[in-house]
């Protein structure tokens, strides 16, 4: 446990009604006796003078005292609840460090909490997504894994990933004593089902990573069917350069915008044709590149424009294009041309992008398809917790890969233990004792 006492404004800068400092470590309770008298009744808001080294009053305010371990970093907490000045803030600050305590670093409460095991490291993380969020979708996700969610499923299939280790070294170590039940294509079966529970995590937190960096969405579309016009309108501004030419955009172009409050990365993107010159095909190249790695893809056809012979050489068959992964949108522009009424039609959105109509659907469209549908499953998520599922669902593979080859117990505990190790650095919790216990604890040695 550190010996430090570290000290911060909890409440951001600036001028506010209230303003907290927060306390934590060994000294906590003699520093808050010297600033406020003696110590208060533990976790009851306490109403007390704050008095500077003069034995005047810097303010007079709220505090609070959790004695350890019952705190939330473990260690003895007291918070100090003063007003919402910057100058008061800093008195009071300049106070606690003159009394030995010292300025916490960045998320050093949340660690220390992590450190003392009151809380994994998902829900460390999810404290910071929290803060962070930048829409509703994300910041419900986020509770879901400061609730302990996304902990809980990894916490289970690492326990799942142990039991059957357990099954497999018992075989290896008792091998004198073969045991019931060991048979590979059962051992197969439950392999099976942790790498379907593994890729259906993967999904949930590739969403909630997703929601917390915003959302990909690409516009595509063949050239001049008003992509860049399309960008310009959900951007509510002239991002794009729009000319009635076609093969106009080259490069992708990325924006970022909120549509009621769910943040969105949207790519424009050159239209889709054969043919061109070098630097129109390497931007065909990269829209291509772009729709693969969509969340999204807004397909723009120009409802104006005469059916198109399949045989011209110049136009790609726009179906064939899609990635069959990423859900497709389509948008027909151009309807103040066409005379075609704004909104949902048969064959997609209606819009003009050129005159706005249709395009509040649209939007809503937009924000119901990436923003609140299945939340329920959804786990904010980080890219290194990716990494770790997909090391983990790669260990899996290997182990059934080893199973299903009929290799040995020892080759298939190896890879199911590497992908244990993989998933328990997720909440940061895996250690070997943690194993050996179980095996002891489920087996006589004696026997
Ligand atoms: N004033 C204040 N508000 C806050 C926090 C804080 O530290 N201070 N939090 C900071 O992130 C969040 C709440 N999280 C917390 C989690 C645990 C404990 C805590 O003291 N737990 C003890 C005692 C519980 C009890 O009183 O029964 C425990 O679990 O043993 C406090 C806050 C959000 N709001
Ligand atoms: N009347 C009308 N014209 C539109 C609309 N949307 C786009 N246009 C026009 O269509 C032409 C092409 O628009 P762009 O937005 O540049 O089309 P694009 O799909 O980005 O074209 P490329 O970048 O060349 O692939 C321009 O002259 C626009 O003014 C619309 O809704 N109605
Ligand atoms: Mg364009």
């Not at 100090?80 to 010292?102: F, I, K, N, S, T």
């Not at 809980?152 to 019931?180: K, N, S, W, Y």
Request: aromatic share 4%; with cysteine.
């Amino acid at each position: 446990m550190p010996d430090t006492t570290i000290c911060a404004v909890a409440t951001p800068p600036g001028r506010g009604g209230i303003g907290v400092i927060r306390v934590s470590g060994p000294t906590t309770a003699s520093l808050i006796e010297t600033v406020v008298g003696p110590l208060p009744s533990a976790r009851r808001a306490s109403f007390r003078r704050f008095a500077g080294d003069d034995g005047v009053a810097i303010d007079e305010g709220l505090v609070l005292w959790f004695p350890g371990p019952h705190s939330f970093t473990g260690e003895d907490v007291a918070e100090l609840h003063g007003h919402g000045g910057p100058v008061v803030m800093d008195r009071l600050l300049q106070r606690l460090l003159g009394l030995g305590a010292e300025l916490a670093s960045p998320g050093e409460f949340s660690q220390r909490a992590y450190s003392n095991g009151r809380i994994d490291l998902t829900r460390a993380e999810a404290i910071a997504d929290l803060i962070e969020a930048g829409s509703e979708s994300a910041a419900r996700a986020a509770v879901r894994s400061l609730q302990g969610e996304f902990a809980q499923t990894v916490e289970r299939l690492v326990r799942r990933l142990t039991d059957l280790r357990v099954h497999l070294e018992a075989g290896i170590d008792f091998a004198d004593e073969p045991l019931e039940g060991l048979a590979l294509d059962g051992v197969v079966q439950r392999i099976e089902a942790i790498a379907a529970e593994v890729a259906e995590t993967r999904r949930a937190a590739g969403r909630g990573q997703r929601l917390q960096e915003g959302l990909t969405v690409v516009i595509a579309g063949r050239p001049n069917a008003g992509k860049s016009s399309l960008l310009n309108a959900l951007a509510g501004r002239d991002a794009a350069i729009v000319t009635a030419l076609a093969g106009t955009t080259r490069d992708v172009l990325d924006t970022y915008l909120h549509i009621d409050g769910l943040p969105l990365r949207v790519l424009d993107t050159a239209g889709l044709r054969q043919g061109g010159d070098v630097v129109e095909q390497e931007g065909v190249r990269r829209a291509r590149q772009a729709m693969r790695e969509a969340d999204r893809i807004l397909l723009v056809t120009d409802d104006t424009a005469p059916a198109l012979a399949a045989d011209d050489s110049e136009i790609t068959d726009l179906q064939a294009e899609l990635p069959a992964s990423v859900p497709v949108t389509t948008v027909v522009n151009k309807i103040d041309l066409s005379g075609r009424t704004p909104g949902v039609a048969n064959d997609g959105f209606a819009v003009s992008a050129l005159t706005g109509d249709g395009m509040a659907a649209l939007r809503e469209h937009l924000r119901a398809s990436l923003g609140e549908d299945d939340t329920e499953a959804v786990f904010i998520a980080r890219r290194r917790h990716l990494q770790s599922l997909d090391a983990g669902a790669a260990a899996i593979d290997e182990a059934l890969e080893a199973a299903h080859a009929g290799a040995g117990e020892e080759l298939v505990a190896e890879s199911l233990g590497e992908a244990q190790r993989a998933l328990g650095e997720i909440t940061g919790a895996v250690t070997p004792e943690d194993l050996l216990g179980r095996i002891f604890s489920t087996f006589c040695i004696g026997k």
